[in-house]
């Protein structure tokens, strides 16, 4: 069974950073595609960043230069580093890998 918990998020000022750490039960992050993806209240979920396991990475246009995805091979964890962040990156961060979901991280940034 997959599973996948995320960790990291908090409460920040705008243009700070956090790092954001998924860590995968069931699963080898370096032989499969992650994704980190983010709900704001009222919105729907988006894509943020993908890593494939070859490591070439996707970001959305609003984070791109921002935000950085990386995998730890030995610690099977996927992490996103945030940085110069903005009240609009306020949302819960999710991890997905094989049709698996975590329950999310709250990130929150304040002006």
């Known amino acids: 069974q997959v599973q996948l918990v995320e960790s990291g998020g908090g409460l920040v000022q705008t243009g700070g950073s956090l790092r954001l750490s998924c860590t995968a039960s069931g699963i080898i992050f370096s032989n499969n595609f992650v994704g980190w993806y983010r709900q704001a209240p009222g919105k729907q979920r988006e894509f943020v960043a993908t890593i494939t396991s070859f490591g070439t990475t996707s970001y959305a246009g609003s984070v791109k230069g921002r935000f950085t995805i990386s995998t730890d091979n030995a610690k099977n964890t996927v992490y996103l580093q945030m940085n110069d962040l903005k009240p609009e990156d306020t949302a819960v961060y999710f991890c997905?890998?094989?049709?698996?979901w975590g329950r999310g991280t709250q990130v929150t940034v304040s002006s």
């Open positions: 997905h890998s094989l049709g698996t």
